[in-house]
């Protein structure tokens, strides 16, 4: 049997596993955000336990992301030379040991320290579980990027759920059941890594095969449409943290909630992000990365202008409008940026990953000393323009669209 012909047999029964792999890359990712997503749900347990301000708040998130965001990039980079299919389950194992010390925190730099361990724990797996979820694409990476995306948002929306009728009632130390999770993606992500060290072995030649993908690009050209995308993704984070962060505070504020009900609503806005992604990358597949993202960011604009003066109906249903139609975009500027940088899958998910990231940390802080010094009604007002940062959408090339393998012929 020749090389070509074994290559050829391994694809085929590789195909079929294909769905199974962003199938369980994609629970991996619910799994991996529901871990982050308690300790933002548990907020105001916290604030009231350890008597925190809004500045104390807003350092808990950005210790969090930021410890996430620096090491992402670096953990691309690295992988990228040097693949590593088990760092998956060691990241998680980070993860676990976060969450099991911040169910029994006592003090605030226990939380910090704890917040820092989850935050270790995803700088390993985004980037890793990108590159999982390219490989099992099968040439549609808009799709796979947002199946493998579209776990996260559904963790992170089912966090405050589960905080609200298993944590806020019961206490901190309930967290501790949890570590269930963390161990149930410590299995499936040793089979993931299993089937991805197997894959490398046979498919060493893939980033190649986008090459031509940008061959018409000057490296100047390619800086600077990076650059585009980094704005792109501050816009969109920097709003999304003021509703992960502090939209719970602004419901309790403003329509005088409860801590329970505001968590719901919550949990309806992310519910809505999650749908955003999912339709964010099979209509980028079909229409173009560019368009998916200009629509996007920009198109959130008005919403988020009338945000702040609506009642509390038109609040729920403008931050459904909000979450579905921002969160298209970043499955496409992932896959987007890939395109641009052949080789380079690992580094730059885990730029974009850490990017936004260290956004949201630093978004969260800045947002807390805001909302202490004025009030949280004016970090919504403020916020509410960040989309017009959208505009710099109209400078991104059509040529850097990622080619569908198998389309080579076609001009």
């Not at 996260?152 to 089912?158: Q, R």
């Amino acid at each position: 049997m020749t090389t070509e012909t074994r290559r050829s047999a391994v694809g085929r029964a590789a195909q079929g596993t294909v769905v199974a792999v962003l199938a369980a890359i994609s629970v991996c990712h619910m799994l991996n955000d529901v871990i982050q997503s308690l300790i933002m749900a548990i907020y105001p347990m916290l604030k009231e336990n350890l008597t925190l301000n809004f500045v104390q708040i807003g350092l808990i998130t950005f210790t969090f992301q930021v410890t996430a965001s620096v090491l992402q990039p670096v953990v691309g980079y690295f992988t990228d030379r040097y693949p590593t299919p088990y760092s998956l389950v060691l990241g998680m194992a980070s993860s676990l040991i976060g969450l099991i010390l911040i169910a029994f925190a006592s003090s605030y730099a226990a939380v910090l320290a704890a917040a820092a361990l989850i935050g270790m724990g995803s700088s390993v797996f985004h980037p890793e579980s990108s590159r999982v979820a390219r490989l099992a694409s099968g040439g549609k990476h808009g799709l796979a990027q947002s199946v493998f995306q579209v776990g996260g948002n559904f963790g992170t929306a089912l966090g405050p759920l589960l905080a609200a009728f298993i944590v806020l009632p019961y206490g901190q130390h309930t967290i501790i059941w949890f570590s269930l999770v963390a161990l149930v993606a410590m299995v499936l992500l040793a089979g993931v890594g299993s089937w991805y060290g197997k894959t490398l072995k046979v498919n060493r030649a893939g980033p190649g095969k986008e090459r031509e993908a940008i061959a018409e690009m000057t490296h100047g050209k390619v800086g600077r449409t990076i650059a585009i995308l980094m704005a792109l993704t501050f816009s969109k984070h920097f709003y999304l943290v003021s509703i992960t962060s502090f939209y719970i505070f602004y419901l309790i504020h403003t329509f005088g909630l409860s801590v329970q009900s505001a968590q719901l609503y919550l949990f309806i806005f992310l519910g809505a992000v999650a749908a955003g992604t999912v339709i964010g990358g099979p209509i980028g597949d079909r229409i173009g990365s560019r368009r998916v993202i200009w629509w996007s960011i920009l198109g959130v604009l008005p919403f988020t202008l009338i945000l702040p003066y609506a009642d509390l109906f038109w609040t729920a249903v403008l931050s459904v409008i909000i979450g579905v139609i921002l969160a298209s975009a970043f499955p496409q500027i992932v896959v987007y940026a890939q395109g641009l940088l052949p080789g380079r899958v690992g580094m730059v998910a885990g730029l974009f990953f850490g990017l936004a990231f260290g956004i949201a940390g630093i978004g969260a802080a800045l947002l807390g000393w805001l909302a202490d010094v004025t009030s949280i009604a004016f970090v919504y007002h403020i916020c509410a323009f960040l989309p017009a940062i959208g505009l710099l959408a109209a400078f991104l090339p059509e040529t850097a669209k990622p080619k569908v393998p198998g389309s080579r012929g076609k001009r």
